[in-house]
Each structure stands twice: as structure tokens, then as C-alpha cells.
């Protein structure tokens, strides 16, 4: 099974991600946790809802969290997707799902998701990190902690640095 | 200038090992090309047409001695022995090996020097007036906002992957633009309330390059505390919104243009409505301790201007310098001095080594050891005692810095251009050249007064040929280099975007068509007129029907 950095550490990968075109032929398994695209999940949110295991949320770029916000507190994990490293959408999203919403849950990063963009990634409020799978996990894992220090606030705390060293 | 904590000094050094395991990782290849450019390119590195290029940030211009003497060295040791002054104030190295840039990264850091952000798709370095805090005419410094705006924009993991790059600037003088927020993507004037209190009116949506525009005011009235949540809000909706299909329609520009202004307003109005009063809100505390960094120096009250005058009677040369290349102080006793790096037949901006060091040691013995760098390419020496401008000047002379002539036709603007940029459609210094070297009679080149002739190799405008009066722009024709001349840009009181004369020209003949346009302003100006003001009484036609009849 594949693996993915939660919270720090890497684990075993326990969610399926299914995407639009796999939606079309298939329906979602029975069994499972799965990861359903936005469209999908407004679609088919009740049915969704009543499922025993676990089912979270892709956004892709250009679908923000607002398009979720009444469902996030029956949400365990919302994904965002980047499709291109250099798009870099998906960190407002996972910062407005952190800090506009209070959202809890996992927020993973999915696609094209590399080392050196981790630390960014992780100040914004990802926690969980499905690195591409042509790259060494292991060595990824150095991309959470290239700095000890930062300026702004960010989703863990919102303080800037001159807030945080005065407390 | 601002001076480092023990945590900025930390975050440089923790950047420069991240660099450096970058580098090398690039070098083993376990990062692509792609991988890597974006990386490197947060780091100023660009792979240019011969070698890469290093941008090394200088904080809204400001350098110490100390620093300067360090780009000497590292100009030395690394390069060919010369850098240039960029029109963000930055200072490029254009021949550093890529093996060796984690090491001038390392070197920089000993000083509290980096080269952060400034390249790729991210906030790069703010810029202000290159006299803040000696202008007479500014209401406050702009300094410590420039420095409150740069902790927020440095390594800001939300904004690192923009729709594309993003330059904000910062004026504090109310009737002119020195610092241009008119062109820039984000422009902050800084404003005072009826109560006196400092607030910002916030422009976004200017820009030069492809599609060159002016900005629209947003934020009317942003009260200082604010200043940081109410930038991240306009951030965050270009993030969110900005176009990511076409680097050409990528700017904030484009966006603001497509939603209109006041959509834009809303947009951001409902960000920062979320924002306000957060954690971000500036506090008293921190924009003081800001501002104890930039008070001003030990003047002296005993400047004995008595020589001053009579120097002035005595020297020819000396009066034209200093009534040309110094200007007022908020000080009495004292004036800024700007050394202007536009020798003939030298890439405009380009400073050798030597010329740093010496540049160094004037700024200890005359200016409180304090350099700064201009968007016009130049050198200032901030705080210049009267009584000693003469001594000044006469080294200044010696060593090739007191060319009378900042502001004049030969004071060019100008990018390193096709010799140097991968970039380029087209060679710049060589047109450069030959207007200086046609205008080389200083009584005539005074005579025609203040004239702002600015070049770019390309579209991308870093020689910001849409606000010089003269305007010219290389552009490429089936393989060839052309000229595109543009009349009526200004980037003074009120940032303007010039007009396109018409069909371009050869390179060969640039020099004679700036010869019939300054013949139709010498023809037409009225007394003291400069030619900015004759072009807009008269207009473009009379123009074009000397140069193209």
C-alpha cells in the first residue's frame, strides 16, 4: 500500500481517492475510506453521509472552501489537489479551511506534491502530504523543517513573530 | 537602516543550507529542471544567455558600508568584476557559476545580505523614494513600512506561488511619485488622517511590462494597523483569482482590469473584513521598535556653509554639480548627493569592484556610512554636510562619479539588453551608447533640461521604457532588432504610460530619430518649458511628422 506523511510521520495511505472519470464507470465501493471529488459529494452528499467508513473531499484548483463550508463539520478530511507544483491556489484554500473555518479534520495534499514545497504546505495547514510517488518519502520528510523560524503567523499560529516572542 | 535580531540572522542562515541541499540535489538530479528553476528562482538565480545571473535584494535600496564592501569582494571572487544596479534597486551579478551561488548566498549572510525573492512568482523587493527620510517633502519615512511589508512578505508560505510576480512600492511624498506606486502591482501612499494618524491609500493593479497600466485606488483610507491584514486580503484574492493559463495575463493588472475596480474593492473589502482586528493587526510596540531603526544620524549643527558659497562662485563645474546631481535635505546644512553610474560606453548602472570600495569609503568619511541604490541606476549619499560637498566633489571627479547629469538626456534607464539576457529581443547598450555619445556637449545636454530617456530589451520592461519621456524598446522582426520609440511616459509627479510614436526602427537609426525629436522640442518649447510639457501642449504629430515625413 502506498504511503503518506500525516501529522509528521509516514503511514500507511488507508484512503482511496476516485476520481471523476472512475466516479463515471463505478460507483463507490462499500467498504473503505474514500476520497470523492466536490462535485461528486454535492451530488451525492446524503447517500455519501450514510456510509459506514469514512469518505472525504477533493477540491481541485478553482473550487474553494466556501463551496464546502456547510459540510466540513461532517467532513473527516478534506484533499486538495495540485495539479502543477506551481499552482499555488491550494495554499489559501487549506489556510481559509484552517482559519476561516475552524476545520479540523485532515487536510491533505494530493498531485503534484513535492519536498521542497512541504514546509510552506504545513505552515498554511496542511497535515497530511501524499508526496509523488516518484519521490523518496523518506527524503521528503526533510522538506517539513528547513526553518526554525518564520514571520507571519500561518494556521498554527496566527501570531507574527514579534507577538510570539514578546508572549 | 534595520537592524538584525538574532532570528533574522537565523532565518538567512537556515535559507542559505536550504539552498545549499537544493543545489546540490540539482546537481545529483534528483530535482528537475522545472523543479529546481522555481526554487532557484526565489534565490534571484536566472540562467542567463551566457552564465546564470545572481539578483541580490537591497531592501528598499538601503546599504551600509560594510555591505558594500562585501559586493565588492563578492564581485571580485565571483564574478568579472563588476555588478549592475537594477531599476528595483537590486544590485545583479551576471557571471557567478551555479555550483558556486550556495557560497555567495553564505557570504552575503555574514552581512545581513540575501537574495531572496527577488525573482520568480512571489512578492518581491518593496521599493520606496531612493531619498526616503531626507526628502524635505515626505510626510513621514516611509522606511519602517517598507520593512513592516518585507517580514510579512519573506518566505509568506501563502504567497510563494503567485499567478505570477508581484513588486510593491511605497511613497510618502504626497504631490510626486518617487517611488512610482502608480506602475507597480501594490502602490501604498502614506497618508495622514485630520488626527495626524498615518493610514495608506492602497493601489493595486499597476504594472509596466506587456500590458502596461496604472493603478486603481482600493483602499481609500487603511488605518496603519491594518496595513498588513488589508495587503493579504488583496493578495489572497489575486492568488485565488488571479490567471494561471497565460503568463501574459497573469499579473494582478490583468485581473483588477477584468473585475473592474470596484468588483476587485469588494472582493478584497470581504477578505480583509475577515482580517481586521486579527492577529496580524500592527502593534505600537512593533512599528516603534521598527522605527528606532531608521532615526536619524548624529548631524552636526556647526556646518559652516560660508565656503559652500564660495566654491559655488569659484567652480563652474562644482556649482553645475551640485545644482544637477545634489538636492535639498530635510537637515539644514546638509544635501543628498547622487553619483550616477551612466559612463559612456558602460552597460547603464554597471559598477566595478574597485568602484564599490571607493564608493564605501566616501559613504564612511561623508555620509554616516550609508549607500543607497535608485531605480534610475544610480548611487546616493544620503547626508552630506555642506562644508564639505566641494571636498566631495573633487574625489567624486577623480573617480568618474560626479558626471553632472542626473535627470539629463544621457542619464539613461536602462536593462543589461540583449549582450547580456537570454530574454532580450534586443541589444540595449549600444543604443544607449550612441545617444550619450551624440550628446556628449554638457552646456547643450543642460540646456535641454530634464529628460528621462529609459530602454528596455524586451517586453519585459525592466528599463522601464513606458514612463521615460523617450521611451524605446527593443523588439525582434523575423530575426532582426528593431526599436519601438514611445513619447510622453512619466514616472515624476504622476505615473503615465507613453504613447507609441509608430513604426519601429533599425538600430542604426535610433540616434538620429532622437535627434529630430529633441530638434522638434528645441523648436517648439517655450522659455524654461521642459519636454515633457512641450510634448503634452503639443501632442504627438508634430513629432511624427519630422521622424517619419
Known amino acids: 500500500m502506498a504511503k503518506v506523511i500525516v501529522n509528521g510521520e509516514i503511514v500507511e495511505n488507508t484512503w482511496q481517492r476516485l476520481t471523476s472519470e472512475e466516479l463515471d464507470q463505478q460507483d463507490v465501493p462499500a467498504e473503505g475510506a474514500v476520497i470523492v471529488p466536490l462535485a461528486y459529494w454535492l451530488a451525492h452528499r446524503d447517500a455519501l453521509l450514510e456510509r459506514a467508513a469514512p469518505v472525504g473531499v477533493c477540491l481541485e484548483p478553482g473550487e474553494e472552501p466556501a463551496d464546502l463550508a456547510a459540510d466540513l463539520p461532517a467532513l473527516p478530511l478534506v484533499a486538495v489537489n495540485f495539479p502543477a507544483f506551481k499552482d499555488g491556489r491550494g495554499y489559501s484554500y487549506a489556510r481559509e479551511l484552517r482559519t476561516r473555518y475552524g476545520f479540523e479534520g485532515e487536510v491533505r495534499a494530493v498531485g503534484d506534491v513535492l519536498q521542497d514545497q512541504l514546509f510552506y504546505m504545513h505552515r498554511v495547514g496542511f497535515n497530511a502530504f501524499e508526496v509523488r510517488a516518484d519521490r523518496d518519502i523518506e527524503e521528503a520528510l526533510n522538506g517539513l523543517r528547513p526553518f526554525s523560524v518564520t514571520y507571519q503567523g500561518d494556521a498554527h499560529d496566527e501570531r507574527p513573530i514579534y507577538r510570539r516572542q514578546s508572549a | ?549
Open chain 2, 1 to 549: 537602516m534595520y537592524v538584525y535580531q538574532d532570528y533574522d540572522q537565523r532565518l538567512l542562515e537556515e535559507r542559505v543550507a536550504q539552498y545549499r541541499d537544493q543545489t546540490r540535489r540539482y546537481l545529483a538530479g534528483q530535482l528537475s529542471e522545472d523543479e529546481f528553476l522555481a526554487l532557484r528562482l526565489q534565490n534571484g538565480l536566472y540562467i542567463q544567455r551566457y552564465a546564470p545571473m545572481m539578483r541580490i535584494s537591497v531592501p528598499y535600496g538601503m546599504l551600509n558600508s560594510t555591505q558594500v564592501r562585501k559586493l565588492a569582494s563578492i564581485t571580485r571572487d565571483y564574478d568579472k568584476g563588476f555588478c549592475h544596479v537594477s531599476t528595483r534597486q537590486n544590485i545583479q551579478l551576471n557571471w557567478p557559476e551555479l555550483a558556486d551561488t550556495p557560497d555567495i548566498l553564505a557570504e552575503l549572510a555574514s552581512v545581513q545580505m540575501h537574495a531572496i525573492q527577488t525573482s520568480g512568482n512571489c512578492i518581491r523587493n518593496i521599493t520606496t523614494d531612493e531619498y526616503a527620510g531626507v526628502n524635505p517633502r515626505e510626510i513621514e519615512d516611509p522606511r519602517p513600512w517598507c520593512e513592516v511589508i518585507r517580514q510579512w512578505a519573506t518566505f509568506n508560505p501563502e504567497f510563494a506561488y503567485l499567478p505570477r510576480k508581484f513588486k510593491i512600492a511605497v511613497n510618502a511624498v504626497p504631490d510626486a511619485d518617487p517611488a512610482l506606486i502608480g506602475v507597480h502591482d501594490i502602490g501604498v501612499q502614506i497618508v495622514h488622517d485630520h488626527n495626524g494618524e498615518t493610514g495608506f491609500q492602497v493601489w493595486a493593479g499597476g504594472g509596466l511590462g506587456r500590458t502596461p497600466m496604472t493603478g486603481e485606488v482600493i483602499g481609500e483610507f487603511v488605518a496603519w494597523p491594518d496595513l498588513l491584514a488589508y495587503l493579504e486580503a488583496i493578495l489572497r484574492v489575486y492568488n485565488k483569482y488571479g490567471n494561471r493559463d497565460n503568463k501574459y495575463k497573469a499579473r494582478i493588472k490583468i485581473l483588477v482590469k477584468a473585475l473592474g475596480a470596484d468588483k476587485f474593492r469588494e472582493l478584497a473589502e470581504a477578505e480583509f473584513a475577515e482580517l481586521k482586528g486579527g492577529a496580524m493587526t500592527l502593534t505600537r510596540d512593533e512599528v516603534a521598535r521598527i522605527k528606532a531603526c531608521f532615526v536619524d544620524p548624529d548631524y552636526r549643527t556647526d556646518v559652516d556653509t560660508s565656503a559652500l558659497r564660495n566654491a559655488l562662485d569659484e567652480h563652474r563645474a562644482f556649482n553645475r554639480w551640485y545644482h544637477t546631481n545634489t538636492r535639498a535635505h530635510k537637515k539644514d546644512g546638509y544635501r543628498s548627493v547622487t553619483l550616477t553610474l551612466k559612463k559612456t560606453g558602460r552597460i547603464p548602472g554597471d559598477i566595478t569592484d574597485e568602484q564599490l570600495e571607493d564608493v564605501a569609503d566616501l559613504a564612511d568619511r561623508y555620509a554616516f556610512s550609508e549607500v543607497r541604490t535608485t531605480h534610475q541606476q544610480n548611487m546616493v549619499l544620503a547626508d552630506v554636510a555642506e562644508d564639505e560637498l566641494y571636498e566631495l566633489w573633487r574625489q567624486l571627479d577623480a573617480l568618474g562619479f560626479a558626471t553632472p547629469n542626473l535627470g539629463l538626456i544621457t542619464d539613461i534607464v536602462s536593462c543589461p539588453g540583449g549582450d547580456l539576457c537570454a530574454l532580450a529581443n534586443a541589444k540595449s547598450v549600444p543604443i544607449a551608447e550612441g545617444i550619450q555619445r551624440q550628446f556628449d556637449d554638457l552646456d547643450f545636454v543642460h540646456d535641454l533640461g530634464p529628460l528621462d530617456v529609459n530602454i528596455s530589451g524586451c517586453m519585459n520592461a525592466c528599463g522601464h521604457h513606458h514612463i521615460g519621456h523617450i521611451g524605446i524598446l527593443g523588439v525582434d522582426k523575423k530575426g532582426k532588432e528593431f526599436y519601438q520609440i514611445t513619447l510622453g511616459g512619466r514616472g515624476d509627479r504622476q505615473s503615465r504610460i507613453g504613447e507609441k510614436m509608430g513604426p519601429s526602427f533599425e538600430s542604426h537609426e535610433v540616434t538620429s530619430v532622437i535627434g529630430k525629436i529633441i530638434s522638434v522640442y528645441l523648436d517648439n518649447r517655450l522659455e524654461n518649458e521642459p519636454f515633457i510639457s512641450t510634448y503634452e501642449r503639443i501632442g504627438m504629430d508634430p513629432f511624427k511628422e519630422v521622424v517619419y515625413g
